[in-house]
């Protein structure tokens, strides 16, 4: 655990940001919390006015907390998240073709491209949240949609709506943060 020294005690310092904000401010923390749980509820309940799936909307909610530092990097974040997506659609194409000639195998060969494209974008500036293109394969493999257009169509609108929450979410914490 991470120690400061105070003269010649010392006292334990938090490990997180979460720590020194709960030890801080009680009150920030439940105000914080409470602005996250309406606003998730509110997406939620968009997303199934919309015919989405929630889950799919926290794809892009979880994208956009992945790079919290600012909107600029929210927005990078889902931009990251959508090429994951785009990405899984390529992954499905490489298996679909593949899968006649190599049966099982057509799966980690598939898996190895994808990997080395969304792992190689980690220095590209602006596409450079691995973690979120990884959520974005991960969003679209769990769709497994019939229709492939429609389902990408439907995964990015649902993302949309997260990171737009998300987005919601940050800027009320920042404006109750002072």
Known sequence: MAQQIHGSAT??????????ATASSSGQFVRF??????IAAAAAFLSETLGLHAW??????????????SALH?????ISLWAGM??????HFIVAFLSPSMGVAALPVAVFVLACVAVGMRTTPVLDNMLAWFVGLVGFFALHPENILTGLFTLIAASAVGAGA????????????A
């Open 11 to 20: 006292a334990p310092m938090p490990v997180t940001p979460a720590a020194h």
């Open 33 to 38: 919390t409470l602005i996250a749980a309406v």
């Open 56 to 69: 799919a909307m926290f794809v892009g909610w979880v994208a956009w907390f992945t790079r919290p530092a």
């Open 74 to 78: 929210g927005v990078h974040a889902v």
């Open 86 to 91: 785009l990405l899984a659609v390529a992954g």
């Open 166 to 177: 998300g987005y919601a979410c940050q800027r009320l914490q920042q404006r109750f943060a």
